[in-house]
């Protein structure tokens, strides 16, 4: 592992907001000094009462306090500004809080000012992901926790942050695939557990905050071409469902132990996702064991009775919410309806008991219930914004930066040869751009221009009023800063006016007259030209690649405050970029084949569907999955692998016939696969003149035959080597996990036969056979 350091929701205008951040047992209110509540030994009513003794199991406290509660009290608790019960000395409480790339004021949990100035504002997370390493998405896990138990306990945000997003970013023109780590369900999966595991804390059954994975499930699609989310049905296979769209939200709950799951508005296969047993009561919280609650979306609920018209009544759809397992809603719906459907007979008194206990426990093992005995009280107002969290920011955001294309061999600017450069684009000077949505108030910025200006003479001009570029009267101007300077950085690309929540986009395109911006100064530049790109998704810059005189290209997705920084460290050399691309970047001919109401993964070339994704696509590209350049160069060498696994199988699931085995493969649940794994060790050689971090990426691809014989990436790690140096990298992938496939019924299966592992140029054949398990009495 390498260590970074060598030295949701749309709050609706029926949403009610109860006082700030109120809780059974510590409240910390406006303006007001602490005051101590239901558990706090100084209240002597309910001190003693049992879900107040932290030395009896949580479930026991849950269901004493449970059992104290009336039928109007509990229905007020199933909302996210869940009431107080005065009698027991238990305040509101805010439950929705984000914290997706740091601690964010989008939900009504958290509030900055004026008490809290901001806290770090990390990279978007389309941009960490693409510094495939897993240790910093924990690092900054651990960060954002410290920040907001720290405003927590400085009365300013609740405990229950409603992050990660960990949905598969399958359409280019999704306004959210900013907020997802990309298109792969392996690398979604990692970064889910890892991020999840650096905010929950990892101490027992203890919970530092509560994370959430959403949106649940194939949620991709917000407002495209007539259709909102509001409205869609998506039609999964389950096929694709099972090997792509629920990877994510499997590793998060199984791996990464997360404390809530959060259900999504659109349908899938006809059925609310928030309404739906099968999805909720049965895979979630059944196969998958969820330790925590399920929440819905703002305001699912209420939508599917007024917006999709699901149920007759709106007491059927609070009925249908929690008979299917959500727990909570985000939304006033189920404090509204809930009481009413029970005494309709739609739904029982019971299913509420089982709803709130999913929640007081989660309440109670972030200490909720403790009184003055917290947990983390030590943290406040000095571990907010701290320099070593800023450093980390930067870090991020120099591990982000992609060098998409350079026809140097090295740093594409010099600080003897370019003493004055012309910074020029829409996005050169910008702030907020760089920390995307879902952000909150960062603790400082440093933009392109000011961290260019740190090493040379900058010009600057804006060349465009904003990213929409609408005209071309400031392209003059900048032609003439261009024709000035030894050389040139347009920094230009896309904002939350472009694509956002709510916002798809429909094309790939550069907007407005960005694309003549570009030309016409690169025309006119006196020295090199760099082009820089702001972004959550990709774009079709094909003109850009072919164009001479642009010398290299940079893609620095969203990279947080210290985005400026990083950007001008890439480009001056200071930083050697590792970062590669965590989604495909397609020409714009491609969307013309692919609605994105179509949630196929799989090309169907009898309908002139082309597939989604790397692993299915194979048409032209602008840049593929996984691309990104270095200024040095890395060999691979395999230093150890197998070539034979055997598959234990017991007796009974053994097929009849050996060829039947073969061919359909081996059902995972069938295996011992806590017994397959494959050890892989590559040495990584830096065959060049300057130190660098290189991923090593493993794919595997299935026996030809049945199986198609796409590449699906099973492992990657990141690496630092010296000049000159070598690193050997070890490599554990999980066989059931990694080598399987998923059959049309939605069956995971391992394939018999010659698997092939891709690691850069190399490739290495490994045989999978089926062995009978021997039964010992």
């Known amino acids: 592992m390498v260590h970074i350091f060598h030295t949701k929701c749309i709050l609706s205008p029926s949403t009610f907001f109860f006082p700030f951040l109120l809780i059974g047992f510590l409240v910390l209110s406006t303006g007001e000094s602490r005051t101590l509540f239901a558990c706090d030994p100084s209240n002597r009513a309910t001190r003693d009462l049992p879900f107040c003794r932290i030395n009896l199991p949580i479930a026991v406290r849950a269901r004493d306090f449970l059992g104290r509660l009336t039928l109007q009290e509990k229905v007020r608790l199933l909302v996210n500004n869940a009431a107080g019960v005065p009698r027991l000395g238990i305040q509101g409480y805010e439950w929705w809080s984000e914290a997706l790339h740091g601690v964010s004021d989008v939900g009504p949990g958290t509030r900055f000012l004026p008490e809290f100035h901001g806290a770090t504002q990390f990279p978007q997370v389309i ?59 392996v690398l979604s999966a990692r970064y889910a557990v890892r991020y999840v595991k650096g905010l929950q804390g990892n101490v027992g059954n203890r919970l530092k905050v509560a994370a959430c994975c959403k949106h649940y499930t194939a949620y991709d699609l917000d407002n495209w071409n007539g259709v909102d989310r509001f409205h869609f049905n998506a039609k999964v296979s389950k096929q694709d469902l099972e090997d792509t769209y629920d990877v994510p939200f499997k590793a998060c709950v199984l791996e990464g132990k997360v404390a809530s799951v959060m259900c999504s508005y ?65 939304g006033p719906f189920l404090a509204v309806y809930t009481e009413g459907a029970i005494k309709q007979g739609k739904l029982k008194e019971a299913d509420v008991d089982g709803a709130l206990f999913n929640t007081i426990v989660v309440q109670m093992r972030l200490g909720m219930f403790d009184g003055p005995r917290q947990p983390y009280a030590n943290l406040g107002i000095t571990d907010v914004c701290l320099m070593s969290s800023n450093q980390l920011a930067l870090e991020a955001a120099r591990q982000g930066i992609v060098l998409l294309d350079n026809r140097g ?65 400031l392209i003059g101007p900048a032609e003439a800063a261009a024709r000035q300077a030894d050389a040139t950085v347009l920094v230009m690309g896309l904002d939350q006016s472009i694509e956002a929540e709510q916002r798809d986009r429909k094309d790939v395109l550069l907007p407005g007259h960005q694309q003549e911006l570009i030309s016409r100064v690169a025309r006119s530049s ?120 055997s598959v234990s199988m017991l007796p009974n699931h053994f097929q009849n016939s050996n060829t039947t085995t073969l061919t359909n493969g081996v059902r995972v649940s069938h295996t011992k696969c806590s017994d397959l794994s494959v050890d892989l060790h590559v040495d990584v050689e830096n065959t060049g003149t300057l130190d660098g971090t290189h991923t090593v990426m493993v794919f595997s691809s299935p026996p030809e035959g049945k199986w198609a014989t796409h590449k699906q990436l099973v492992g990657f790690q990141k690496v630092h080597v010296v000049a000159g140096g070598l690193q050997r990298v070890a490599l554990d992938l999980h066989v059931c996990k990694h080598m399987s496939v998923v059959d049309k019924f939605g069956i995971r299966r391992v394939p018999m036969g010659e698997h092939t592992l891709h690691i850069g140029d190399l490739k290495h054949s490994l045989t999978i056979n089926p062995t009978i398990e021997q039964i010992k009495y």
Not at 140 to 150: D, Q
Not at 287 to 312: E, F, K, P
Not at 437 to 458: D, S
Request: proline share 8%; aromatic share 10%.
């Open 409 to 473: 061999k090295g740093p594409p600017l010099s600080t003897v040869l370019h003493r004055t450069v012309a910074v020029i684009g829409p996005n050169s000077d910008v702030t907020v751009t760089m920390i995307g949505n879902y952000a909150g108030i960062a603790c400082g910025y440093t933009t392109p221009l000011q961290g260019i200006a740190r090493y040379v003479k900058t010009i600057h001009q804006a060349g465009c009023a904003d990213v929409s570029c609408r005209g071309n009267q």
């Open 526 to 645: 006196r020295g090199p030209v760099v082009l820089v790109l702001m972004s959550g998704g990709p774009l079709d810059i094909t003109f850009a690649k072919n164009d001479p005189r642009i010398l290299a290209i940079i893609w620095a997705g969203y990279p947080g405050q210290s985005g400026g920084t990083a950007i001008a460290d890439v480009l001056f050399g200071q930083t050697n970029p590792g970062g590669k691309l965590p989604m495909t970047w397609y020409p714009q001919e491609y969307l013309a084949k692919v609605p994105m109401t179509n949630m196929g993964m799989r090309a169907d070339p009898a309908h002139n569907y082309p597939g989604r994704t790397y692993r299915f696509y194979k048409g032209p590209v602008v840049y593929p999955f996984g691309h990104g350049l270095s200024y040095t160069t890395f060999r691979h060498s395999l230093a150890q692998a197998p070539t034979l696994i």
């Open 127 to 185: 941009t960490t992901a693409s510094t495939f390493n897993d240790t910093l998405w924990e690092e900054i896990g651990t960060v954002v926790s410290n920040e907001a138990r720290a405003m927590y306990n400085g009365g300013n945000a609740g405990l229950t942050f409603w992050s990660p997003n960990v949905n598969i970013f399958r359409d280019p023109r999704w306004g959210r695939g900013q907020e997802t780590p990309g298109e792969d369900p």
């Open 266 to 330: 659109n349908q899938v296969n006809g059925k609310p996702t928030c309404a739906d047993p099968n999805l909720l009561k049965n895979t979630i919280r059944g196969s998958w064991r969820l330790n925590g609650y399920i929440v819905s979306d703002c305001d699912s609920v209420g939508v599917m009775y007024t917006s999709q018209h699901y149920t007759a009544t709106p007491e059927d759809a609070a009925a249908d919410a929690i008979k299917a397992g959500l727990d909570l809603d985000c």
